[in-house]
């Protein structure tokens, strides 16, 4: 039986970003089924493509679809009151010591149920969408305790069936020390090793394990221990590293393989060598960084000059983050850590996606056979992304193939 052709689209005369860098003349891009089946300069078009396709736009600047590669999008509660602290001069970490911070947040999450959780998370991910949003990574780590872990990414799971995006889960059980296992951080990395990451990954909710190594949050030791589960389970790993201060969890994490280690402001010359043998993206996260009133800038001129991948994401979470604008990101990346706008904008498309083990598909490339996940801006040049703060830019955002706003 013959197959039933597939719709072929066709955007012409776009300025390009393929996802490392704009082609300097207007493009056309064609479009068959999720798949992007040809890029191609505008004088090499056909009369028979045009006549063969249907016309989907003209103009504009067309990025792939962006890839928010680090959020925490899956909470209940909100943090008002701990900015108005950290306001009044209380440091983000004096906060978590006294049980606020990230164990306020695990109260509201444990008290909210599965379909509560879905129904809050509702308008953060509508609001990454209508910012470009194809694919966000969500994790876990508000629950921590077998059940609330797999609330959460259950919660995760079903915003990707139920919206036009892609959802990558992230299990990070090691995100905090839970009030039950006070004195007994040992005791928990335990249940997160023996229980939470075998029922996660039999269940097929995470598709990576994350951890936060730091003072105020698990050991490189007791993180390793976590890797070694992930390992055990066949799941890739990522790590919170380095981000209030240098621990040395980048290099151990580069060591099990790490797709990626995220904040890293504080990561040293070492830490920069091991990301580059093992292949690991750097995560950059300047929400956070602006947020907390972070000083300690991530080394980028080092992660340039050693060529490790430097990706770009929201961190979209109650407490470091509680923004949920990826371009904005794009700004913060440039303003705060000079970044160029081709950084930036590869940063949350190709290196993204990288970040999350998915660039083997060519997911967040404009290039022949990957996935058909695109936005078309009204801008005139990819940089204007990076250089205003202008919510309403979005002309249309395409998700496998169909167009999904605009
Ligand atoms: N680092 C962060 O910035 C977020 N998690 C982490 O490990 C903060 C999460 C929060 O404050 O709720
Ligand atoms: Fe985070």
Redesign the pocket.
């Known amino acids: 039986m013959p197959a039933t052709p597939q719709p072929r689209r066709l955007w012409r005369d776009v300025t390009l970003f393929d996802g490392l860098d704009t082609l300097p003349q207007p493009m056309a891009v064609i479009v068959a089924g999720d798949r992007i089946e040809r890029v191609l300069p505008m004088d090499a078009l056909d009369p028979a493509d045009t006549a063969a396709c249907e016309a989907m736009g003209r103009g504009g600047v067309m990025t792939p679809g962006l890839v928010d590669c ?3 999008l899956v909470f209940g509660g909100s943090r008002a009151d701990e900015f108005e602290s950290r306001l009044e001069g209380v440091s983000y970490e004096a906060i978590a010591r006294r049980g606020g911070g990230i164990l306020s947040t695990v109260r509201a999450t444990r008290a909210a149920s599965e379909d509560e959780l879905f129904e809050i998370a509702r308008p953060r991910l509508d609001a990454l969408l209508a910012d470009g949003v194809t694919t966000v990574e969500i ?1 876990s780590g508000y629950g921590l305790t077998v059940a609330d872990e797999l609330k959460m990414l259950r919660v995760a799971r079903r915003l990707g069936d139920a919206f036009p995006v892609r959802v990558v889960t992230s299990l ?1 059980g090691a995100h905090a020390l839970p009030p039950e296992y006070r004195d007994d951080a040992d005791g928990y990395i335990d249940l997160v090793c023996r229980e939470m990451i075998p029922a996660a990954a039999e269940q097929g909710l995470a598709d990576a394990v994350d951890v ?1 190594c730091e003072k105020i949050a698990f050991s490189v030791a007791q993180c390793e221990r976590v890797f070694e589960a992930a390992k055990v389970h066949g799941l890739p790993i990522k790590a ?1 590293a380095e981000q209030l201060s240098n621990l040395g969890g980048a290099a151990m994490a580069a060591r099990f393989g790490a797709l990626s280690a ?2 890293i402001e504080y990561l040293d010359e070492s830490g920069v060598a091991a990301m580059r043998e093992a292949g690991s993206t750097a995560v950059l ?1 300047p929400g ?1 960084f602006h947020t907390l009133r972070e000083t300690q800038l991530p080394p980028v001129a080092a992660l340039r000059e050693a060529g490790v991948p430097m990706a770009l994401a929201t ?1 979209a ?1 109650p407490g ?2 509680p923004l949920f604008m990826p371009t904005l990101m794009l700004n913060l990346a440039c303003t705060l850590f000079h970044l160029t706008p081709r950084e930036a904008l590869a940063g949350m498309t190709a290196h993204g996606a990288r970040a999350l083990g998915l660039h083997d598909r060519s997911l967040g490339r404009i290039v022949e056979g990957a996935p058909a996940d695109l936005c078309l801006w009204n801008v005139d040049s990819p940089a204007e992304l990076a250089y205003a703060v202008q919510p309403g830019r979005l002309r249309q955002r395409i998700f496998q193939g169909d167009t999904t706003h605009g």
Do not use: G, M, P, Q
Request: proline residues 0%; charged residues 20%; negative net charge.
């Open positions: 680090h959020t925490h994790k990070l936060f919170h995220d904040h996260l956070a961190d979470n470091s983050s």
